[in-house]
């Protein structure tokens, strides 16, 4: 048998919160080491569709689901799943960047130490490596002690991609990471994203399509909680097939 | 009509200011008060004296005012109503915030602060009452008589002679109205303003801490004690001081309950007359300017003292980590 190149298979999915159905019947594979973008005008189930595929969405009292998401093969809203051990393997990203009100070593150090690590020498290694991946080491080697909340917006975003990173995660997920950056350090955590993907899969929500455009290798168009098409990014921006994929590119309507 | 809004918005303005500018006046005029009248009784007797005295015998020819015992029975009360509110305060606050299904935080949340504004005449009346008979006729009997025949009759080396004795002697509770009452009463007191105050600070924790700490994989307790608790420290913080700021200064409670002696309370089930008490209990008989007058000012001025550090530390640990979390220092 071939190796399963996808990581995530999304097949008849339904999110609904209370009775309002946010996400309606989505079947979706996510390739690995690939950047899916998903995109789409705002309250289309982005965030809803995103927040799923590592539980996040459990958090929400009133949230619902209905199909399956499978994770490398894994049923992940079977009974017997292991949340926490998914969203060690899942990790995410949040819009707008949410360091802990500690030291930027502290920040990045809490996975690990949930994780049960607790000695110096292995969490300062877990550390630098997991700031040099998400490039943020030269800027902060100085000043790892101080606090997190200190950074610029670009640097506490990259801070947040290091502590996730920390956790080794096979599958990182944005949603809408750089809608509160300037435009410098959004090319540089565009940058990263693509540094990234030779060594994890990216699942990212943004509002903007440029970036879409830019970065990613597929791109997933919602519109209304359903999955209007799907496919190569270069296919959707140059040569969509569904009239409603054009209009949102063109900008008729977002 | 440009001009007419301009008059009143200034009106307003005016009106405020001076209310507040009152209020201000009138609470420096009490502190003023409060601090000359009780000057004379140390500069009469001398500040170590009062504060270190050990025996408190206004009425007496010639009379004495050592403090030391009030000063000790407002700690021994206080200690004793910390070890059991803070953590029981804190808990509570806890499960409200964090733990409780929304149906019950809906329930449980009013009736926490309604308990908080509960009168304490009432609580002490239910001390004197219910409380401090059922310790001195019902827990006494069992804990000083019959557990330590228990204990002398399993034979074995200090258990059966020591500690049987220890028990004998030590957990015979003379009078209900003693320290452990005053505290137990004092926690009922505590504990709904702490755990109001702490469910507050927990629950101002951004979602954001919280999401980001479950997107790594953390657990529920993971969260609560190593994100939600420690960005809530200063929040914390100020609802064990408030709370001891509230058990220090609470007087009808200790008053009916505490049982009254002036003398250092060196045992749980000692009685004591905290400061708040002997004001209360004495300010009516001590005839106007006398030295007890005076002296009693003194207390007065020390509880005031006290509770004042206080508000100062509280307001102290919330800049302090108000500056953490913006990112000032570390
Ligand atoms: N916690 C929630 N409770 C109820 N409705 C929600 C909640 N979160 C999102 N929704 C609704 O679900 C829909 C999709 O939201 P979301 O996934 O946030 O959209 P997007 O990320 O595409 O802007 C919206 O109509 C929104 O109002
Ligand atoms: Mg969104």
Redesign the pocket.
Known sequence: MVENKNIFEIRDFNIY?VD?K?VSNITLDIEAYRITAII?P????????LRSLNRMNDL?T??RVEGKVFFKGIDIYHRDTDVIELRKRVGMVFQKPNPFPSSVYENVAYGPRIRGINKKSLLDEIVENALIRADLWKEVKDKVHESGMSLSGGQMQRLCIARSLAQEPEVLLFDEPTSALDPISTANIENLLQELQKTITIVI?THNMQQAARISNYTAF?YLGELIEFGDTDTIFVNPHHKLTEEYITGRFG | MALKWQTREKAVEIIVTSVGFLSVIVLLLIGFFLFKEAFYIFYKAGVLKVLFGTAWYPTYEPPSFGMFPLIMGTVAVTVLTAIMAIPLGLATAVYIAEIAHYKVKEILKPLVEMLASFPSVVLGFFGMVVIAPILSSWLSPIISERLPELLRSTNLPFVSTTLADMCYDKLFIASGLNISTAALMLSVRAIPIISSIAEDALTAVPRTYREASYSLGASKWETIWRVVIPSSVSGLSVAVILGIGTIIGETMIVLMVAGGAAVIPLWIFDPARPMPSAIAAEMAEAPYQSLHYHALFGVGAILFLITFLLSLISDFVSRKYRAIRIGEKI
Do not use: E, N, R
């Open positions: 919160y309002f946010a789409g705002s309250g289309c189930g982005k965030s809803t569709l929400i009133t949230s929500v919602m």
